[in-house]
C-alpha cells in the first residue's frame, strides 16, 4: 500500500478498539516468567554450550601475543575463538569498529576471544587463564582538550550539513539583548536491564540466532555481511527484549561471538555479555560541547538563534546530533547550525533513546529560560511569543500539526503554573527551597516502510505476523488493537507474532518510528484480508461493515469466521510511503513542568513531581504511552542529576562500568508524574494518523529539572549532570 495522500475516514477511526486504554496482551506472560529473552531459551536447541568474551585490557594497540594452552586445558572447555581461528570477517556497515579485535585494537573492552565450554562457570574460569600481552599506542580520550581539532562530519546525509538562513552573525551582533552560553552533557549508558545475549545454533550452512535485537532486518542483513554468508541463510528471533534505546539497534559482539563459538564447537552455544562489556564494549551517548547564541528585540521577538555543538567516536563513526532540533522550534529570521566530530579512542558512540533531541534540549531549553530572564519575560511567554506554524528554514513548508502553545497553555493549568515565583530561592518547604522548571519537548515523526502478515481461520482467529519487536513498550497490544480494529473482532481473538525474520519486514524499534509505522504496515495488510474476506462471502468490499465478529452490507451480516471455512484466509502487504514528510513538517511536540526540592544544607536535589502534555497524533492505547512517557521522562531525570559515564583520561574506558557505579534513577525516585495527552489526529503522518511518542517523553526533561532547580537555588549549573557539588559551593545562605 502506498500512503502518498492524506488519510481520510478509515475503520480505525471508530476507536472501539484502537484508542482504548487495554492492558498488554503479553503482561501475563511478563508477570509469570513465561515470556521468554535471548538467554532463556533452553530447550529450542539440544546440548547448548556457554561461551565468555574476553575484552581488550587497553582502548588502542595491538596484541603482541596471545596465550591460549591453559584456557584449552581447563576443565570442560569446547574452543577458543580468537580473530585467527575465526578467519576473514568482514565488518557489517552499521557497526563503527570490528565485533571481534586482533590484532589490532580500536577501543577498551573491544571483543578479543571467546572461550566456550561446557557450564558458564567454566567459560569463565577458563577465560581467566587467557594470557594476552599488549604493545599500546597514545590514545585520544578528552573531548574538552581536542575539541579545536574537530571537523564537518563526512557523508552524503544532508541533515550533516551547517546551515545557514540570513545573516545570522550580523543579527547576532546588532541584537538589543544577547546571550552567548556553553553547555556540556556527559558520556552516558543506556544500562538497560536485560544484557546483550544470544543463543547461536549451526544446521549445516543455516544460523539460527535467538538474541535481542531491536532491528531485526539489520541484523540479518549486517551478520550476512560479517560472515560473507547468504541472509537466506539466516535467521533471526527476538520475541521479547528486556530494554534496549538504542543500544541493541546494532549487531554486536554477543550475536558474532555466539556464532563463531557454536561453529568452532559445533553445539549450540550460549553468549551474554557481562555488565562491564555491556557498557565499553557496546555503544554508548557520545558527550557534548555545545555552545547557543540567541539575539531578540527588548520585546523579545527573536531575530538570531545560532547552535554548535562538538561530539567525538571513534574513526569512521559519526556525530551526536545536538542540533537539530534548533532548526525547527523557534521562529527567528536568521539562524546558523554547526556540528563538529572529533576522533576519540572511546568505545563507539552511537544512538541512544532520542540521539540529538535529548542532549540538545537540554542545552538549548535552558538558553531559552536564560534569555527569557534577560528579558524580564516568563519563560512560558518567552517560547510562544517565538512560536511558529512553519519550518524556520523553509517558511513556505509548513508543519502538518504543531500544538507547541496548546501543551504550553495546558500544562500551566494543570501544573500551577502561575504559583512560580520569578525571583530565584523565594519559594520554600522546611529545609526545602522550591523551585519550579519548564521546557519544551520536540522530535521528529519519522516513517518508515513495514510490513505484515495477516491471517483468519475457521474459528474466527486472527494471526499477525511481522518481525517488529517488542522492547517494552506494547507492540504486542497496538499489533493486535490494529488487528481487531480493522476486521471487527475483540482482542482476544488476536493471536500476534512479532521478532522472527521469517516474518514481514517491518520498521523494527527505534527513532519513535516503530509503533506509527508497524501498525500501519498490520492496516495495509488487513486492508487486503479485508478484500479477500469480501469476495470470498461475495460482498462488495467497499460497502463491507466488519464489526462483532460479523461482516455486514446492506441487510446482509455474516459471521467472519465463515469466510475461512474451507481454509485459512491469508493477507500480506507493506505500508510505503510518499513525499508527504517533504512537503510537510512532521513532528512531536510537548511542554515538561517540573517540581524539585533543593537542601539548603547539602544541596541533595528531590524531584517532587513531573508533568508531560504531549502531543503526537493519534494515541494508539493511552496505557502503554503513559508508561513509555513517564519511562522517559524518568530516564531525562537521571541525565539531569546523576548518569555520567566517568572517563579514565590516562587508558580510555569507562571507570564506572556496572550498575553499582553508573547509577539511574527509578521510578520510586519520584512521588508524582503525570501525562496529558492531547487530542490530536494527523492525516499527513499515516493511516492510523498517529505519531511516535517514545521519546518524545525524554526530549526536554533534563532542562526542565535545571531550570527547577535554578528557580529554586540562583544557582545555574550547565555542566550536566547537576549533582550536589556542583550547587554546594554556590548555594544561598541556609537562613
Same mark, same amino acid.
Given at each position: 500500500?502506498?500512503?502518498?495522500?492524506?488519510?481520510?475516514?478509515?475503520?480505525?477511526?471508530?476507536?472501539?478498539?484502537?484508542?482504548?486504554?487495554?492492558?498488554?496482551?503479553?503482561?501475563?506472560?511478563?508477570?509469570?516468567?513465561?515470556?521468554?529473552?535471548?538467554?532463556?531459551?533452553?530447550?529450542?536447541?539440544?546440548?547448548?554450550?556457554?561461551?565468555?568474551?574476553?575484552?581488550?585490557?587497553?582502548?588502542?594497540?595491538?596484541?603482541?601475543?596471545?596465550?591460549?594452552?591453559?584456557?584449552?586445558? =581447563?576443565?570442560?572447555?569446547?574452543?577458543?575463538?580468537?580473530?585467527?581461528?575465526?578467519?576473514?570477517?568482514?565488518?557489517?556497515?552499521?557497526?563503527?569498529?570490528?565485533?571481534?579485535?586482533?590484532?589490532?585494537?580500536?577501543?577498551?573492552?573491544?571483543? *578479543?576471544?571467546?572461550? *566456550?565450554?561446557?557450564?558458564?562457570?567454566?567459560?569463565?574460569?577458563?577465560?581467566?587463564?587467557?594470557?594476552?600481552?599488549?604493545?599500546?599506542?597514545?590514545?585520544?580520550?578528552?573531548?574538552?582538550?581536542?575539541?579545536?581539532?574537530?571537523?564537518?562530519?563526512?557523508?552524503?546525509?544532508?541533515?550533516?550539513?551547517?546551515?545557514? /538562513?540570513?545573516?545570522?552573525?550580523?543579527?547576532?551582533?546588532?541584537?538589543?539583548?544577547?546571550?552567548?552560553?556553553?553547555?556540556?552533557?556527559?558520556?552516558? @549508558?543506556?544500562?538497560?536491564?536485560?544484557?546483550?545475549?544470544?543463543?547461536?545454533?549451526?544446521?549445516?550452512? $543455516?544460523?539460527?540466532?535467538?538474541? @535481542?535485537?531491536?532491528?531485526?532486518?539489520?541484523?540479518?542483513?549486517?551478520?550476512?555481511?560479517?560472515?560473507?554468508?547468504?541472509?537466506?541463510?539466516?535467521?533471526?528471533?527476538?520475541?521479547?527484549?528486556?530494554?534496549?534505546?538504542?543500544?541493541?539497534?546494532?549487531?554486536?559482539?554477543?550475536?558474532?561471538?555466539?556464532?563463531?563459538?557454536?561453529?568452532?564447537?559445533?553445539?549450540? /552455544?550460549?553468549?551474554?555479555?557481562?555488565?562491564?562489556?555491556?557498557?565499553?564494549?557496546?555503544?554508548? #551517548?557520545?558527550?557534548?560541547?555545545?555552545?547557543? $547564541?540567541?539575539?531578540?528585540? #527588548?520585546?523579545?521577538?527573536?531575530?538570531?538563534?545560532?547552535?554548535?555543538?562538538?561530539?567525538?567516536?571513534?574513526?569512521?563513526?559519526?556525530?551526536? %546530533?545536538?542540533?537539530?532540533?534548533?532548526?525547527?522550534?523557534?521562529?527567528?529570521?536568521?539562524?546558523?547550525?554547526?556540528?563538529?566530530?572529533?576522533?576519540?579512542?572511546?568505545?563507539?558512540?552511537?544512538?541512544?533513546?532520542?540521539?540529538?533531541?535529548?542532549?540538545?534540549?537540554?542545552?538549548?531549553?535552558?538558553?531559552?529560560?536564560?534569555?527569557?530572564?534577560?528579558? @524580564?519575560?516568563?519563560?512560558?511567554?518567552?517560547? +510562544?511569543?517565538?512560536?511558529?506554524?512553519?519550518?524556520?528554514?523553509?517558511?513556505?513548508?509548513?508543519?502538518?500539526? !504543531?500544538?507547541?502553545?496548546?501543551?504550553?497553555?495546558?500544562?500551566?493549568?494543570?501544573?500551577?503554573?502561575? !504559583?512560580?515565583?520569578?525571583?530565584?530561592?523565594?519559594?520554600?518547604?522546611?529545609?526545602?527551597?522550591?523551585?519550579?522548571?519548564?521546557?519544551?519537548?520536540?522530535?521528529?515523526?519519522?516513517?518508515?516502510?513495514?510490513?505484515? !502478515? %495477516? @491471517?483468519?481461520?475457521?474459528?474466527?482467529?486472527?494471526? /499477525?505476523?511481522?518481525?517488529?519487536?517488542?522492547?517494552?513498550?506494547?507492540?504486542?497490544?497496538?499489533?493486535?488493537?490494529?488487528?481487531?480494529?480493522?476486521?471487527?473482532?475483540?482482542?482476544?481473538?488476536?493471536?500476534? $507474532?512479532?521478532?522472527?525474520?521469517?516474518?514481514?519486514?517491518? =520498521?523494527?524499534?527505534?527513532?519513535?518510528?516503530?509503533?506509527?509505522?508497524?501498525?500501519?504496515?498490520?492496516? =495495509?495488510?488487513?486492508?487486503?484480508?479485508?478484500?479477500?474476506?469480501?469476495?470470498?462471502?461475495?460482498?462488495?468490499?467497499?460497502?463491507?461493515?466488519?464489526?462483532?465478529?460479523? *461482516?455486514?452490507?446492506?441487510?446482509?451480516?455474516?459471521?467472519?469466521?465463515?469466510?475461512?471455512?474451507?481454509?485459512?484466509?491469508?493477507?500480506?502487504?507493506?505500508?510505503?510511503?510518499?513525499?508527504?514528510?517533504?512537503?510537510?513538517?512532521?513532528?512531536?511536540?510537548?511542554?515538561?513542568?517540573?517540581?524539585?526540592?533543593?537542601?539548603?544544607?547539602?544541596?541533595?536535589?528531590?524531584?517532587?513531581?513531573?508533568?508531560? *502534555?504531549?502531543?503526537?497524533?493519534?494515541?494508539?492505547?493511552?496505557?502503554?504511552?503513559?508508561?513509555?512517557?513517564?519511562?522517559?521522562?524518568? +530516564?531525562?531525570?537521571?541525565?539531569?542529576? +546523576?548518569?555520567?559515564?566517568? /572517563?579514565?583520561?590516562? $587508558?580510555?574506558?569507562?571507570?564506572?562500568?556496572?550498575?553499582?557505579?553508573?547509577?539511574?534513577?527509578?521510578?520510586?525516585?519520584?512521588?508524582?508524574?503525570?501525562?496529558?495527552?492531547?487530542?490530536?489526529?494527523?492525516?499527513?503522518?499515516?493511516?492510523?494518523?498517529?505519531?511516535?511518542?517514545?521519546?518524545?517523553?525524554?526530549?526536554?526533561?533534563?532542562?526542565?529539572?535545571?531550570? =527547577?532547580?535554578?528557580?529554586?537555588?540562583?544557582?545555574?549549573?550547565?555542566?550536566?549532570?547537576?549533582?550536589?557539588?556542583?550547587?554546594?559551593?554556590?548555594?544561598?545562605?541556609?537562613?
Amino acid at each position: 500500500m502506498k500512503f502518498d495522500k492524506p488519510a481520510t475516514d478509515n475503520p480505525i477511526d471508530r476507536l472501539q478498539v484502537v484508542g482504548q486504554p487495554r492492558d498488554r496482551i503479553d503482561g501475563a506472560r511478563k508477570v509469570t516468567g513465561t515470556a521468554r529473552y535471548a538467554y532463556e531459551h533452553h530447550d529450542v536447541a539440544a546440548n547448548q554450550a556457554y561461551g565468555y568474551v574476553v575484552g581488550a585490557g587497553i582502548a588502542k594497540g595491538r596484541i603482541a601475543s596471545i596465550k591460549l594452552d591453559a584456557a584449552r586445558k =581447563a576443565p570442560g572447555v569446547l574452543a577458543i575463538v580468537t580473530a585467527k581461528e575465526a578467519g576473514k570477517l568482514n565488518k557489517g556497515k552499521r557497526n563503527t569498529a570490528r565485533l571481534l579485535a586482533g590484532p589490532e585494537i580500536e577501543h577498551y573492552h573491544q571483543a *578479543v576471544a571467546l572461550v *566456550v565450554a561446557e557450564s558458564f562457570e567454566q567459560a569463565r574460569a577458563a577465560a581467566s587463564l587467557v594470557e594476552i600481552a599488549y604493545a599500546p599506542t597514545k590514545g585520544t580520550f578528552d573531548l574538552k582538550k581536542v575539541k579545536d581539532s574537530g571537523k564537518k562530519p563526512e557523508g552524503d546525509d544532508p541533515s550533516l550539513d551547517d546551515t545557514n /538562513v540570513g545573516d545570522f552573525p550580523g543579527a547576532f551582533e546588532s541584537a538589543q539583548v544577547k546571550l552567548d552560553q556553553s553547555y556540556t552533557t556527559p558520556d552516558e @549508558s543506556h544500562a538497560m536491564m536485560e544484557p546483550h545475549a544470544t543463543l547461536a545454533a549451526w544446521e549445516g550452512e $543455516r544460523l539460527t540466532l535467538w538474541t @535481542s535485537n531491536q532491528m531485526v532486518a539489520w541484523g540479518v542483513a549486517d551478520m550476512a555481511a560479517t560472515l560473507g554468508i547468504s541472509k537466506d541463510n539466516i535467521r533471526i528471533m527476538s520475541p521479547f527484549i528486556g530494554g534496549g534505546f538504542g543500544g541493541k539497534l546494532f549487531l554486536r559482539s554477543d550475536v558474532l561471538l555466539a556464532a563463531l563459538g557454536a561453529r568452532a564447537a559445533k553445539r549450540p /552455544v550460549k553468549v551474554a555479555l557481562q555488565r562491564p562489556l555491556m557498557i565499553n564494549n557496546t555503544t554508548h #551517548r557520545p558527550a557534548t560541547i555545545q555552545r547557543i $547564541r540567541i539575539g531578540a528585540t #527588548r520585546e523579545g521577538k527573536i531575530t538570531a538563534i545560532g547552535h554548535e555543538s562538538w561530539s567525538g567516536d571513534l574513526p569512521g563513526g559519526g556525530p551526536e %546530533v545536538a542540533v537539530q532540533q534548533t532548526r525547527l522550534l523557534y521562529a527567528g529570521a536568521n539562524r546558523m547550525t554547526a556540528m563538529r566530530l572529533v576522533e576519540l579512542d572511546l568505545p563507539e558512540g552511537n544512538a541512544m533513546r532520542a540521539p540529538g533531541e535529548a542532549p540538545g534540549l537540554m542545552a538549548l531549553e535552558i538558553a531559552m529560560d536564560e534569555m527569557a530572564e534577560k528579558l @524580564s519575560l516568563d519563560p512560558i511567554a518567552f517560547r +510562544m511569543l517565538n512560536d511558529t506554524q512553519v519550518d524556520p528554514e523553509k517558511p513556505e513548508r509548513p508543519f502538518s500539526m !504543531r500544538q507547541l502553545g496548546e501543551c504550553f497553555r495546558v500544562g500551566a493549568e494543570r501544573f500551577g503554573w502561575s !504559583r512560580r515565583q520569578a525571583r530565584p530561592g523565594t519559594m520554600r518547604d522546611g529545609h526545602g527551597l522550591i523551585g519550579f522548571g519548564v521546557a519544551a519537548a520536540f522530535r521528529n515523526n519519522i516513517v518508515m516502510k513495514s510490513g505484515a !502478515r %495477516v @491471517s483468519l481461520d475457521s474459528q474466527g482467529i486472527v494471526t /499477525v505476523e511481522t518481525d517488529m519487536t517488542d522492547i517494552g513498550t506494547g507492540s504486542y497490544t497496538i499489533i493486535g488493537q490494529t488487528a481487531a480494529e480493522m476486521l471487527g473482532v475483540d482482542l482476544y481473538k488476536v493471536v500476534v $507474532r512479532l521478532g522472527d525474520s521469517a516474518f514481514p519486514v517491518s =520498521a523494527g524499534s527505534g527513532g519513535q518510528w516503530g509503533g506509527n509505522s508497524a501498525t500501519a504496515g498490520v492496516y =495495509a495488510a488487513c486492508v487486503k484480508l479485508r478484500e479477500a474476506v469480501a469476495q470470498k462471502l461475495g460482498i462488495n468490499s467497499g460497502e463491507a461493515v466488519f464489526e462483532g465478529g460479523d *461482516v455486514k452490507a446492506g441487510n446482509r451480516s455474516l459471521p467472519l469466521a465463515s469466510a475461512a471455512a474451507s481454509g485459512p484466509l491469508t493477507a500480506e502487504d507493506t505500508i510505503e510511503y510518499g513525499d508527504l514528510d517533504e512537503t510537510h513538517q512532521q513532528s512531536t511536540f510537548g511542554a515538561h513542568f517540573v517540581e524539585v526540592s533543593v537542601d539548603t544544607a547539602t544541596a541533595e536535589t528531590r524531584i517532587r513531581r513531573m508533568l508531560a *502534555v504531549c502531543a503526537a497524533g493519534r494515541i494508539l492505547n493511552p496505557k502503554t504511552a503513559r508508561s513509555q512517557v513517564i519511562g522517559a521522562m524518568t +530516564m531525562g531525570a537521571g541525565a539531569a542529576l +546523576m548518569e555520567e559515564l566517568a /572517563v579514565d583520561k590516562r $587508558r580510555g574506558f569507562f571507570v564506572n562500568h556496572d550498575l553499582a557505579g553508573y547509577e539511574v534513577p527509578v521510578h520510586a525516585d519520584i512521588p508524582h508524574q503525570d501525562v496529558i495527552f492531547l487530542d490530536e489526529t494527523d492525516p499527513m503522518s499515516s493511516p492510523m494518523k498517529a505519531k511516535g511518542v517514545g521519546e518524545l517523553g525524554i526530549c526536554g526533561v533534563g532542562a526542565a529539572i535545571a531550570n =527547577a532547580i535554578y528557580n529554586a537555588t540562583g544557582v545555574r549549573v550547565r555542566d550536566y549532570p547537576i549533582t550536589l557539588d556542583k550547587l554546594i559551593r554556590h548555594m544561598p545562605d541556609a537562613a
